[in-house]
């Protein structure tokens, strides 16, 4: 596992189609530190989350 986690973590099964994993697969090949699958999904979440609270401020 990548660093240390929260110490309320669950585990999330996912069935996602192979076209997603490849964009997030070239996502995480231009990250500077190359993150694991699992770790490049947990960034882009937030990253997205982030993005709506922006722009539901914005509003």
């Not at 110490?7 to 076209?19: E, K």
């Amino acid at each position: 596992m990548p660093k240390k986690l929260d110490d309320d973590v669950q585990r999330l099964h996912m069935v996602i189609p192979s076209s997603l994993i490849e964009k997030v697969d070239g996502w995480r090949r231009r990250e500077d530190d190359l993150p694991n699958l699992s770790e490049a999904i947990r960034r882009l979440v937030e990253l997205g989350l982030d993005a709506d609270k922006k722009a539901r401020q914005t509003r």
